[in-house]
């Protein structure tokens, strides 16, 4: 059926041809030519797109504006995203060294986006992007719903890549450096992952768990690798397992009681560059055989601390032992608390000599106070931990296979990384002195920028967010000059 002639005769732009459209035939599009082709010695003309419609007798051209749904974001948030990258923009870099550049960018942008958005879920990745100046920086990363949980499977299925990473920052580790090891454990209650189980705080907590260990050095205060295990396993076997993986081979390990010499004996006698200190359990033989509570001296600076330092017989040991008045005192008053219903007066005498007490075994021989500097350094693993979970909302898993649940805990161990950073940069600014650390985050949020005539412009900020920004360096200082005073007016009398 044929274009009627009442339609062919409308109006409409030159080189254009008419065309039925609908089921019927009864609609029509104007569609333009834009060349013409050869064929068999022929010219055949070559149509283009649909710029329009006959509608009601008349041509109605299509409209080229873009409707506001599909227009570009013309205002995103700039500070905490820049300042975040200018705290971590190595970190693609060691992302590349083992991943194609485009798995490293979704990694590296993942956790950026849960550094500067706390709580961020994965379906809201991709708003966040678009919304943020990261899309500015890093054009083109593919963040929806489908995409992300599709590559946490991917990056789960290749967890040898995840491993090379952690050994790569292992590696650049020196021997002199403080290897904090601790473990803390996330809510699992998934039903399809191996790795979700019930741990030693299951009647306290009622939920199954993953169990996450970290390594942090101590100097340049960031974690180093980290390793995730089922709920229910011990740290004590976990630990060789963590120093094998990751080849942890230099350093001084510090760790906390759950972990023993005998569970890795022989990675720090197969590693003569790794050393090791560990505390006792206060009913260790080596305490009384040794004769660790018959403190010598006092620390140099810290009077209220006495210690005393014994050499194991025929072995290249040595135990160091701390008794602080302070923490005595305050641990006797609870146990006089817990007791004071049954008061026993021959336990609480037994008791007394521990109180306030910590003894360490260590294949290193040093003095005593740089033993106890070390193992007070371990509280900054406690504070990465906190953040960890408390101020960046990862105290439980939002994924469910083995997979997913390993490649997200990688992204939190980036992120993790970049937290620490930024509290060492937040440390180092004056203007944040009496900022916690989400306001801190939130004052950076509220710096966006807005694009005007192409060009991107920072929205007006108050002197006070303007003198966090400048003292970050994300802004110059602006300098003002204020007018000279006049000539003083004469004095009539």
Not at 93 to 110: G, I, N, P, Q
Not at 463 to 490: A, F, Q, Y
């Amino acid at each position: 059926m044929g274009i009627p002639e009442e339609i062919r005769k409308v109006e409409r732009p030159a080189n254009t041809v008419v065309v039925a459209y609908g089921k019927d035939k009864d609609k029509y599009a104007v569609r333009s030519r834009i060349g013409c082709r050869n064929i068999d010695g022929r010219r055949v003309p070559v149509e283009g797109p649909i710029i329009g419609h006959i509608i009601n007798g008349e041509y109605v051209p299509i409209d080229e504006k873009q409707r506001v749904s599909e227009s570009p974001v013309d205002i995103k948030d700039w500070a905490n995203i820049e300042f975040v990258t200018y705290c971590s923009s190595d970190l693609l870099d060691e992302l590349c060294e083992v991943y194609h550049r485009d798995d490293a960018l979704k990694l590296y942008c993942m956790a950026v986006l849960r550094v500067c958005y706390h709580g961020i879920k994965d379906d809201e990745l991709k708003d966040a992007y678009d919304n943020s100046f990261l899309s500015e920086m890093y054009p083109g990363v593919a963040l929806s719903r489908n995409t992300v949980s599709e590559f946490h499977k991917d990056v789960g299925k290749t967890y040898s890549k995840i491993v090379e990473y952690m050994r790569n920052r292992v590696a650049k580790l020196q021997e002199s450096h403080h290897l904090v090891i601790d473990g803390t454990l996330k809510s699992d209650e998934s039903s399809v992952n191996s790795l979700s189980n019930y741990s030693r705080k299951a009647r306290t907590k009622g939920t199954r768990d993953i169990s996450v260990l970290y390594a942090y050095d101590v100097e340049t205060r960031e974690p180093v690798c980290s390793k995730i295990y089922p709920g229910n396993m011990l740290d004590i076997i976990a630990f060789k397992d963590f120093l094998n993986t990751n080849r942890i081979s230099k350093g001084l390990i510090i760790a906390d009681k759950g972990f023993t010499v005998k569970a890795a004996n022989q990675v720090f006698a197969d590693n003569p560059e790794l050393h090791y200190l560990l505390p006792l359990k206060r009913d260790a033989a080596l305490i009384d055989h040794y004769g660790m509570y018959q403190f010598e001296m006092s620390l140099d600076g810290n009077p209220q601390i006495v210690c005393r330092k014994a050499k194991i017989n025929n072995e290249r040991k040595w135990l160091y032992s701390f008794r602080d008045a302070s923490k005595a005192a305050n641990e006797e008053y609870a146990y006089l608390q817990k007791n004071k219903d049954d008061y026993d007066p021959k336990d609480h005498e037994a008791r007394r000599e521990e109180f306030g007490t910590i003894v360490f075994e260590s294949d290193y021989d040093c003095p005593c106070e740089l033993i106890y500097k070390a193992y007070e350094e371990r509280w900054l693993i406690e504070m990465v931990f906190r953040y960890y979970k408390d101020v960046n909302e990862f105290d439980e898993t939002r994924v469910h296979s083995d997979y997913s649940v390993i490649s997200s805990e990688f992204v939190c161990f980036l992120s993790s990384i970049i937290s620490s950073r930024i509290l060492k940069r937040f440390d180092s600014a004056k203007s944040l002195d009496n900022l916690s650390y989400g306001k801190s985050m939130a004052v950076l949020e509220r710096a966006k920028k807005v694009r005007i005539d192409g060009k991107w412009n920072l929205v007006r900020l108050t002197v006070k967010d303007s003198e966090i920004l400048t003292d970050l360096g994300l802004i110059p200082d602006v300098i003002t000059v204020k007018n000279p005073r006049g000539r003083p007016r004469k004095n009539k009398s």
